[in-house]
């Protein structure tokens, strides 16, 4: 487990001395999560404090990789999903699948043209869009969780699958049905099932 999904997963329970007051103390203390741009916030209240990952903003101003949003809380994802992705999320996908571009559009049933001439002048994905590449995110994080090494997760995700009705992981990725089920299909898996 990362330094970030320690932080990330932290409950501590704090007792605060002293307080006299029937509302509780709030403070928030944005730090840097050490080797990392990710930005925690902590707060701290009377009885609890809960470590949460505030905003996902690489250092710059820039937008976050593919990968650093899957690790954010569903809030953040919401927020830049709808303020529209970086259309180069599509590349850093494709670089991590080892898919060509062409493929990884088809699965996801996005337009070529469209996205192609997104990445070329580097406009933001529409929310669909973005979702759909989001989804394929998450389901590459949760495949190398499960198998434990990234060439293993990619292949699998590439690989028809008998109990996904002999489709390719990937290509249900268009919908939200289709993510659940791979979803489903790797916890599974990652509980001894075989799938």
């Given at each position: 487990m990362t330094k970030l999904d320690n932080a990330?997963?932290?409950?501590?329970?704090?007792?605060?001395?002293g307080s006299s007051s029937k509302k509780p103390r709030r403070m928030a203390i944005a730090r840097k999560v050490k080797k990392t741009d990710v930005f925690v916030t902590t707060f701290v209240s009377k009885k609890t404090a809960t470590i949460d990952l505030h905003k996902a903003?690489?250092?710059g101003g820039q937008n976050p990789s593919i990968f650093t949003l899957v690790r954010c809380n569903l809030w953040d994802q919401t927020v830049f999903v709808r303020q529209g992705l970086s259309s180069k999320t599509v590349v850093e996908m494709c670089d991590a699948l080892a898919m060509p571009r062409a493929s990884f559009l088809d699965y996801l049933q996005l337009p070529r043209s469209t996205i192609e001439a997104r990445i070329k002048n580097n406009t933001p994905l529409t929310p669909t869009e973005?979702?759909?590449?989001?989804?394929?995110?998450?389901?590459l994080v949760r495949a190398q969780e499960v198998f434990e090494d990234s060439h293993a997760a990619s292949s699998w995700l590439k690989r028809e699958i008998r109990s996904l009705g002999g489709v390719t992981p990937v290509?249900?990725?268009?919908?939200?049905?289709?993510?659940?089920?791979?979803?489903?299909?790797?916890?599974?898996?990652?509980?001894?099932?075989?799938?």
């Open positions: 990330m997963h932290s409950i501590a329970k704090i007792d605060a001395p903003l690489p250092t973005g979702d759909a590449v989001l989804r394929s995110a998450k389901a290509s249900l990725m268009d919908t939200d049905s289709g993510f659940e089920l791979v979803m489903h299909t790797l916890g599974r898996i990652e509980h001894g099932v075989v799938a």
